[in-house]
């Protein structure tokens, strides 16, 4: 043994337990959570109140009391620890196209449904329906945005299908009812089912058009008839829905069918999941490509009109990208300001530094922004029996999807900068929140289709521009700047013969335009002039962090900060 080293016999422990703690964590932010996402949203309050949803501002707080609580925001880290699995075959060899979800994915999606996130327009129309529900979607997916996807296609389905009666006869009851039925059966064992859609193909994808899938009649052919579907599908998402519309070809051309999982004699629909796809975000959610091998479907609305008898279908889930983004917006934007609330650094809190709070009232601009332009269009989806509201929604949907979404990755990115290295960390929101972000702008149509769907409503509808510049201009008066904006775009449409190269240039600023007339008419004084001069101006400045002097980021930043200690 070494002289100098002591034998063990005469090591004596002099060590102080209190010694062995290396520091006190001190000067970081709770968790926000146990926080009510409604009453802590003064913009979302303000909104449901204008917009025509104010009878349901008690159960919306309460839903804002379940949405922020801890046990729930678990549940949205959980579902997207793990993701679905696929399994073909059961161990005897039959097939069986089963995708296993965690608990907390059933979890959520008991908690949409129980609370008709899919359903309440469609049960209790009337005046607010569509922005009370919008209200609260909006809540549920600041907590986990993936299980929405089956949500809206199901919500999205019934105007399709009351297209076809006998049909809606069969399914109507059970797509609205209000609990969810996780079960692989067949239809006629459950109360309440899912609907999902199966539309782009590996060689068309947006050109639906070019889908090569065949349907061929059972027997009499025709609307409400019987067919049976051969061909693929490369993009279905939440495959184990129990029913799903499909386009499909037909000899008067592309057509619509409603295709369940299972047959009416209680065995399986032969259309089987060929495998998940790995996606890089919105991983709670599966997404399949599938082959359908004569599955029996049938017909919905005219023979050869699938499009136009799916596009309704397609517009309320396109409003529901618009409501997903805008959700998105609201927690990066959230999470960036409860951090800088708590968060000091050289001697005080972040949000308190001028370059901070300029990026903080900037990101905070956007998710206002966002949600206003929502919430309007929820009120025009809720009024169209008025000619005017329903050729606003026509334009302003596509319009407002192309937008918000395609705003909402570099806001995630901004946000998560905002709050640091920790801030890239899996137990983090934010980089869910990022991996989220792209996925509403791809979904449903991506950029240059909204633009060019926008092109078209204008083509078909001219009036829906005179509409839409009816309602911007409600503003006009208020702000040098947003005149002066307004005046330029308008004389901008005077000749739109190449629509098509300036498209996005055009929508982008009729977003602006409509965003910047409901601040300015509905919102805080210091919200509306700061969003005026940064986004309608030209400043030199592309990203967040661009508010000119002279705006007041400090009374933007109380607005929209959520209090919690």
């Known amino acids: 043994m070494n002289a100098r080293q002591p034998a063990p016999e005469q090591i004596t422990d002099h060590r102080d337990p209190y010694l062995a703690s290396t520091h006190e964590v001190i000067n970081q932010p709770p968790a926000l959570q146990d926080y009510n996402l409604f009453r802590q949203d003064q913009a979302l309050v303000e909104g449901v109140r204008r917009e025509g949803a104010d009878w349901a501002e008690t159960g919306l707080a309460e839903f804002g009391t379940l949405a922020g609580a801890a046990s729930t925001i678990e549940l949205g880290f959980q579902a997207n620890e793990n993701k679905p699995v696929f399994y073909s075959h059961d161990r005897f060899g039959h097939r069986i196209d089963q995708v296993n979800f965690h608990p907390a994915y059933h979890s959520l999606m008991r908690i949409a449904m129980e609370h008709g996130l899919h359903s309440s327009p469609w049960t209790h129309p009337g005046a607010g329906a569509h922005v009370a529900r919008a209200a609260r979607y909006y809540m549920h997916a600041q907590v986990e945005a993936g299980h929405g996807c089956p949500i809206t296609m199901t919500f999205a389905a019934i105007p399709s299908i009351r297209k076809q009666p006998e049909l809606a006869a069969l399914w109507q009851d059970k797509i609205l009812a209000n609990e969810y039925d996780r079960r692989n059966v067949p239809d006629g064992e459950k109360n309440s089912v899912t609907i999902g859609m199966a539309m782009t193909e590996k060689q068309g994808g947006t050109d639906v058009r070019a889908n090569s899938t065949r349907a061929y009649p059972v027997g009499t052919p025709g609307p409400g008839q019987a067919y049976e579907l051969v061909g693929h599908k490369w993009f279905v998402s939440a495959p184990m829905c129990d029913a799903f519309l499909v386009l499909a070809q037909t000899g008067s051309g592309l057509s619509c069918f409603l295709m369940p999982r299972w047959r009416p004699d209680g065995s399986k629909n032969p259309w089987q999941i060929q495998r998940l796809k790995n996606k890089m975000g919105n991983v709670s959610n599966a997404s399949s490509e599938v082959e359908l091998r004569g599955a029996l479907a049938w017909m919905v609305g005219e023979e050869g009109r699938g499009v136009p008898t799916i596009i309704e279908m397609v517009a309320m889930t396109r409003f529901d990208c618009m409501i997903g983004s805008s959700a998105g917006l609201r927690q990066a934007s959230a999470q960036a300001l409860h951090h800088c609330r708590h968060r000091q650094v050289f001697g005080t809190t972040l949000n308190r530094q001028p370059l901070m709070q300029n990026v903080l009232a900037d990101l905070a601009l956007e998710s206002e922004a966002a949600l206003a332009f929502t919430l309007r269009i929820g009120r025009a989806l809720d009024n169209q029996h008025i000619q005017r509201e329903r050729l606003l929604a026509r334009l302003a949907t596509p319009v407002g999807k192309y937008w918000i979404c395609k705003r909402s990755p570099n806001h995630a990115y901004e946000a998560m900068e905002c709050i640091g290295g920790s801030g890239v960390m899996e137990d983090c929101i934010m980089p869910r929140l990022l991996r989220e972000s792209p996925v509403n702008a791809i979904w449903e149509g991506s950029g240059n289709v909204q633009c060019l769907d926008t092109l078209r409503a204008l083509q078909k509808e001219p009036d829906t521009l005179e509409a839409y510049f ?43 335009a409509m965003q910047a007339s409901l601040l300015i008419r509905h919102s805080q004084p210091a919200v509306a002039d700061a969003f005026c001069a940064s986004r309608l101006t030209s400043q030199g400045g592309l990203n967040y962090g661009n508010l000119p002097t002279g705006t007041d980021p400090a009374a933007v930043i109380e607005r929209a900060t959520p209090v919690v200690d």
């Open 470 to 512: 009816a309602e911007v201009a409600e503003a006009r008066s208020a702000d040098r700047r947003f005149d002066q904006f307004l005046a330029q775009l308008q004389n901008d449409f005077a000749d739109i013969s190449d629509f098509e190269y300036r498209a996005r240039n055009l929508v982008d600023r009729l977003a602006l």
